[in-house]
């Protein structure tokens, strides 16, 4: 399985796709990668992710790093803001201007929402301004590291698998595949066996031996 940071040779690559929120991933190399225009992009089979390096070094020679999805700005403080318009605020322009204030690309927004008329962006986190989402609406990081506003939509995994480990009593299973970027959260897919299941999160976890993930279920 091929696993690349840049193009760069991986030993090891742990990736966390959750259902909501930023991708996380810790990398390993027997060299420095190169960041190409400050971010990391990693490749792992058929799936690639766009993240930004919270931190990366070389000791006894090795490179680790941790990532993180997008452009690393969603994390970052950002000054309050003020809004009002009559018929209320729409989330879209202040989910757009926290990105552009915190370094990120606008956010994607399947299902624009009205605010109050008059509405306070407070200091804090960029990534505060999502906890204005109602009516089941989440947001996460996508794979070319833009955010995705709205409902995660469902596929059907028709990519083969092989099913290592079951624990449906924690919704917790072990894959094997060489289609990793099929099983996204939100996905379901079937074993003959175990029966259907729909991903919460995948823990992708790749090194010279094998490629494994960690899925979690609802």
Known sequence: MTTLANGQQLTSLRLTLPYSGRILAEATAGEPIALV????TFLLGDLSVVTSPMR???FAGQWSAEAI??????????????YQSPIGVLNAQVFADAALTCGEFPPVVQVPQ????????????????????DGGQIW??????VAQVGFRPPT????????IECDKSRGRLVIATDSPA???????FIDPMAGPFTINAVVWTSNAQSLRGEVWTR
């Open 37 to 40: 225009a400050g971010l990391l």
């Open 56 to 58: 990366s070094g070389e």
């Open 69 to 82: 999805g997008g452009r690393g700005g969603w994390g970052k403080v950002i000054p309050a803001k003020g």
């Open 114 to 133: 009205f605010l109050p008329q008059f509405y306070e962006r407070r200091r804090g986190p960029a990534a505060r301004v999502f906890e204005t989402l």
């Open 140 to 145: 996460w990081i996508d794979g070319a590291g």
């Open 156 to 163: 059907v995994v028709t990519a083969p698998f092989d099913l």
């Open 182 to 188: 099929a099983f996204a959260p939100g996905a379901t």
